[in-house]
């Protein structure tokens, strides 16, 4: 079993930072690729941004160049900073991660898990 836990997300007015984290906890072999995606009501999930094991990341064009997602592999970690956030990037945030899990016998299983959400709320 994997949990994700993650934390950061608050309230804040136009024009400033955030940072997100998501730590992975559990029986984890290894992590492949770790994302961060956001739901606002009434609106449809979006991929905000994708970071692969090798480094390589993937943006949505709503947030290219204010958002820098980022991993510490050794911690099980990934995080997204959020800078120049706008009213319309008020969200719930999820975290995600492909993850191999140790199984008993020692078989490997590849499993999506998600985080529990954090609410981010940019005001005018």
């Known amino acids: 079993q994997v949990q994700l836990v993650e934390s950061g997300g608050g309230l804040v007015q136009a024009g400033r930072s955030l940072r997100l984290s998501c730590a992975a906890s559990g029986s984890i072999f290894s992590i492949n690729d770790m994302g961060w995606y956001r739901q606002a009501p009434g609106k449809q999930q979006e991929l905000v941004a994708t970071?692969?094991?090798?480094?390589?990341?993937h943006y949505a064009d709503s947030v290219k160049g204010r958002f820098t997602i980022s991993r510490d592999s050794a911690k099980n970690t990934v995080y997204l900073q959020m800078n120049s956030l706008k009213p319309e990037d008020t969200a719930v945030y999820y975290c995600n991660a492909h993850v191999l899990t140790a199984q008993p016998m020692g078989v490997l299983t590849a499993d999506d898990y998600w985080g529990q959400g954090t609410q981010v709320t940019v005001s005018s």
């Open positions: 970071i692969t094991s090798g480094g390589s990341t």
